[in-house]
T-cell receptor, first 112, second 113 residues
Framework: GQQVMQIPQYQHVQEGEDFTTYCNSS?????IQWYKQRPGGHPVFLIQ?????EVKKQKRLTFQFGEAKKNSSLHITATQTTDVGTYFC????????????FGKGITLSVRP | NAGVMQNPRHLVRRRGQEARLRCSPM?????VYWYRQLPEEGLKFMVY????????ESGMPKERFSAEFPKEGPSILRIQQVVRGDSAAYFC???????????FGPGTRLLVL
């Protein structure tokens, strides 16, 4: 079945450093979504990417969808302590009935 | 504009008891999804329902688990004869159309003693 992979599962950065993480799918996706979950909280939708090569920005966060629509990246510029949490990507397979397949997520910690 | 609501937020059960988890989707949403999250794990899809119909239950364990989304009232995820391995956070999400963003509820943390 479809797999969505996020490696590594944990990353620690110093406040102010940039951070990039990647998401890879075993199959072509119709769209990819990113969610953030704070410790003890629930996933909160961040962004959806639909077009090949699409780039979207939200303040210090930049999201990109790969040309082949099989991978995506999230880049955070100048991390802050408020960025801590687990970032999940979730892919919807082409032709599927909207079932999202989530990656295991990457948990980001930021040292002040 | 209330978001997705889930109750209870925390549920403690002894082995062999039943657990009922409820989810009220966001107003106007007719698509409901249930996910399970084990500690330090990702979200695992369980089931996708529309009103009165199960669309995809490929992630549901074959035994003891069932889900419904009746015409009136919340969606229910039911776990019969719970075992310790069922301890997890169960999240419900809803969407308005089939490929729209899913909005998550706060989750139900189930602990089986």
């Amino acid at each position: 079945g479809q797999q969505v992979m996020q490696i590594p599962q944990y990353q620690h950065v110093q406040e102010g450093e940039d951070f990039t993480t990647y998401c890879n799918s075993s199959t072509t996706l119709s769209n990819i979504q990113w969610y953030k979950q704070r410790p003890g909280g629930h996933p909160v939708f961040l962004i959806q990417l639909v077009k090949s090569g699409e780039v979207k920005k939200q303040k210090r966060l930049t999201f990109q969808f790969g040309e082949a629509k099989k991978n995506s990246s999230l880049h955070i510029t100048a991390t802050q302590t408020t960025d801590v949490g687990t970032y999940f990507c979730a892919g919807e397979m082409t032709g599927a009935n909207s079932k999202l397949t989530f990656g295991k997520g990457i948990t980001l910690s930021v040292r002040p | 504009n209330a978001g997705v609501m889930q109750n209870p937020r925390h549920l403690v059960r002894r082995r062999g008891q039943e657990a009922r988890l409820r989810c009220s989707p966001m107003k106007g949403h007719s698509h409901v999804y249930w996910y399970r999250q084990l500690p330090e794990e990702g979200l695992k899809f369980m089931v996708y329902l529309q009103k009165e119909n199960i669309i995809d239950e490929s992630g549901m364990p074959k035994e003891r688990f069932s889900a419904e989304f009746p015409k009136e009232g919340p969606s229910i995820l039911r776990i019969q004869q719970v075992v310790r391995g069922d301890s997890a956070a169960y999240f419900c999400a809803s969407s308005g159309l089939v490929s729209e963003t899913q909005y998550f509820g706060p989750g139900t943390r189930l602990l089986v003693l």
